[in-house]
Structures are given as structure tokens and as C-alpha cells.
Nanobody
Framework: QVQLVESGGGLVQAGGSLRLSCAAS????????MGWFRQAPGKEREFVAA????????YYADSMKGRFTISKDNAKNTLYLQMNSLRPEDTAVYHC?????????????????WGQGTQVTVSS
């Protein structure tokens, strides 16, 4: 089992920045990759970014490239998402997830464990 706890969400004005964190505990040695997904009200959960835990290869949704940066600290078992140039349409609950298999990291159903999420609200 892997437990995930997100933090760092909040209210920010358009153009601002936030850094989300996701602390992993439990069987972290079994993690293949971790990712961030978000879900806005009335919309489906969508892929934001992911990273392979051992080698650090990062993947991004096209709309996030250049604004969001995913990173990790293996020693702290923590995943990060640096979000810059935030827009009102980035408002959503952001969830981190952990993948213990070799399935594609940009696919929601590839993930085995999910955090509860952290709210990000961007005001115009």
C-alpha cells in the first residue's frame, strides 16, 4: 500500500504561482511513476503531468507545457508541481497518484493509488 497526501493548494490571482506537494508513504519502493491529475467542477478528471520515479523522465499534457513543472525528491518521497502563469481555467482539485506497474503514466486508469486532492482556485 502507498499513501499519498497533497498540500500547497490555495487561492491565487491570475498570473500567479503555486507549488503543490505530494508526500508518499508506505511501499514507496514499489512506485514506478507518479502523476498529477486535476478535476474541475462538472468536468472529467484530466492528466496534468507525470514523472518516472527512478529516472525522472517527465511527461506533460500539451496545455501545461511551459507553465507547469513536475519534479520529485526521492529522499523525501515527495512529488511536486510548480505552477506558473496560472489562469482561471486552471481552477480545479489537483490529485496526485502513484503507479506500481508499467502502464502509461498519462492514463488515469494506470494508477493504483490516489490522494484526496488539494483545491487550487485562480481568480481573474
Amino acid at each position: 500500500q502507498v499513501q499519498l497526501v497533497e498540500s500547497g493548494g490555495g487561492l491565487v490571482q491570475a498570473g500567479g504561482s503555486l507549488r503543490l506537494s505530494c508526500a508518499a508513504s508506505g511501499r514507496t519502493s514499489s512506485i514506478y511513476g507518479m502523476g498529477w491529475f486535476r478535476q474541475a467542477p462538472g468536468k472529467e478528471r484530466e492528466f496534468v503531468a507525470a514523472i518516472r520515479w527512478s529516472v525522472g523522465t517527465a511527461y506533460y499534457a500539451d496545455s501545461m507545457k511551459g507553465r507547469f513543472t513536475i519534479s520529485k525528491d526521492n529522499a523525501k518521497n515527495t512529488l511536486y508541481l510548480q505552477m506558473n502563469s496560472l489562469r482561471p481555467e486552471d481552477t480545479a482539485v489537483y490529485h496526485c497518484a502513484a503507479n506500481q506497474n508499467l502502464r502509461p503514466l498519462n492514463v488515469m486508469t494506470s494508477y493504483d493509488y490516489w490522494g484526496q486532492g488539494t483545491q487550487v482556485t485562480v481568480s481573474s
